[in-house]
């Protein structure tokens, strides 16, 4: 069997690996349009702030390394079309301009998203960055030690966003912070976590311009220097947009069905509206676990599980993808947050009507000193208020207690309720934590609220 997998950064290296675990004799082609084999953005802020040295090192596989495990890699190589009557695809070469037809038996498509540009006058002057890929990392690498930029504008301060502000934080530039909506994270926090990050952004030099809209780029002899918004004018030597992405879809709107958004459909098993065609990560819906319906959520983990459950089923396996709660992490400057599930600030746009808990303590008993680890923990459990249904949760602290998210994904991937989770099994060490662990708390002050 010829297996053609087209992407090489999450979806598609995890694919890649699936199949060669379990058949290891496959015929499989591998291509990537760029010239380097699945670079990793989610280590992007490490290696721009300089604790990962090489921006090469980040990456899960090299092409030598796959080619020695029998893979046929193709970089630099664009998979242009394809069609699915004559199970072929158009590869262009990119670096002798070529092109050739490519035949499959199945096809497994990972082509991702790119960063969505704001539709607005003066987003072709120089200076005008995205924060994605190998490219823009070593683009942007360069501006966090250019004396010429002082002040850097981060439009969209979702995580991506929130890892470019304290980038250029760190670097000790003035940034600004500017989103359409009236706070940071809105879409991974509720207000009670945010105003306290809002501060340590603000304490680090970062200028929170939220609740604006960006309506213009200026810029003298052909760089920008300005972001004009609805209600004020920031000086802008770089302007880094982290605004959204869009799928990489273009090429196949032709080929397969798409959503009005251009994701590409895809049912239970991934497969595409085409026989033997496949779709995962960026480009794609995953189920969600807290509604039981599709949504966009880009992130690596459901990347990787789709690529994985794509592999099994080109394998002839019959496996469908599990539903997910969209759980993610962030530090920011000396908070860690986590956040899964639903939150009180999406339940409505989700279409579910919750109940939350909001809990602090300290991550130990009062005993243990703070130079002992003790941090001050705050914690969310949103729930179903009619059948008691752990539907989301985050997490807060200076201490690194994000773990405690994976617990609430599980209880909502396993349906479970505010009754299972006030009395749930959690260890107790003063080293690491309290006798009742601050999910039992929170479920039991839900429970209460509800009585
Ligand atoms: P992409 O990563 O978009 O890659 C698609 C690849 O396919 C690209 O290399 C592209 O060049 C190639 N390609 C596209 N079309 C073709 C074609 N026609 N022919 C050949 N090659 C093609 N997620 C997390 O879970 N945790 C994190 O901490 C995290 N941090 C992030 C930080 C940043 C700065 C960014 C930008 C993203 C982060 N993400 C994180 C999200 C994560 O990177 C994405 O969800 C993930 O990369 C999606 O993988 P993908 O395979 O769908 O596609």
Not at 165 to 175: R, T
Not at 414 to 421: C, E, I, N, S, V
């Amino acid at each position: 069997m010829k297996v053609i997998v087209v992407g090489s950064s999450h979806g598609g290296y995890e694919a890649v690996r699936g199949i060669l675990a379990e058949q290891p004799d496959t015929e499989i082609q591998w291509y990537e349009k760029g010239d380097f084999i699945s670079f990793l953005s989610c280590g992007m802020q490490l290696y721009l702030e300089g604790v990962v040295k090489n921006v090469n090192s980040v990456r899960y596989a090299t092409a030598k390394g796959m080619r020695a495990k029998g893979v046929n890699v193709f970089v630099h190589q664009e998979v242009t079309s394809v069609n699915p009557d004559a199970h072929t695809v158009t590869v262009h070469n990119l670096d002798d301009d070529s092109t050739r037809e490519e035949k499959y038996d199945k096809l497994i498509l990972s082509a991702g998203a790119i960063p969505a540009s704001i539709p607005v006058s003066g987003r072709d002057l120089e200076n005008v960055y995205a924060m994605r890929g190998r490219d823009w990392a070593i683009r942007l690498k360069a501006k966090t030690v250019d004396p010429d930029v002082q002040n850097v504008t981060v439009i969209g301060a979702g995580y991506i966003g929130i890892e470019a502000a304290e980038v250029f934080s760190k670097a000790g530039k003035h940034v600004t912070l500017i989103d359409i909506l009236p706070r940071p994270l809105a879409l991974y926090l509720d207000q009670e976590f945010t105003d306290i990050l809002e501060k340590t952004l603000t304490d680090h030099n970062i200028y929170l311009a939220t609740g604006q809209t960006v309506k213009e780029f200026t810029g003298k002899d052909g760089k920008v220097t300005t972001v004009k918004t609805d209600q004020a004018e920031y000086p802008s030597d770089l302007v880094v947009e982290t605004a959204g992405i869009k799928p990489n879809t273009n090429w196949l709107k032709d080929t397969l069905d798409l959503t009005d958004k251009g994701l590409v459909k895809v049912d239970d098993h991934l497969q595409t509206s085409q026989p033997d065609i496949y779709a995962v990560g960026d480009s794609t819906k995953v189920p969600f676990a807290p509604t039981g319906k599709s949504l966009q959520i880009a992130l690596a983990t459901n990347a990787r599980r789709q690529g994985r459950i794509a592999a099994k089923n080109v394998l002839g396996h019959d496996m469908k993808m599990p539903a997910v709660s969209g759980s993610s992490a962030l530090s920011v400057f000396d908070y860690h947050f986590a956040s899964t599930g639903l939150k009180e600030g999406t339940s409505a746009a989700n279409g579910v009507k919750t109940q939350s808990a909001f809990v602090t303590d300290t991550t130990q008993p009062p005993f243990v000193p703070d130079a002992a680890g003790n941090q001050q923990v705050y914690f969310k459990l949103t729930f179903n208020p009619e059948n008691h249904q752990v539907l989301g949760a985050q997490i807060m602290s200076k201490r690194d207690v994000t773990a405690n998210i994976n617990a609430i994904s599980l209880a909502i991937q396993g349906k479970m309720t505010l009754d299972d989770l006030a009395y749930a099994d959690f260890f107790f060490q003063p080293g690491f934590d309290r006798p009742w662990n601050i999910m039992n708390v929170a479920a039991q002050e839900a429970l209460q609220k509800l009585a």
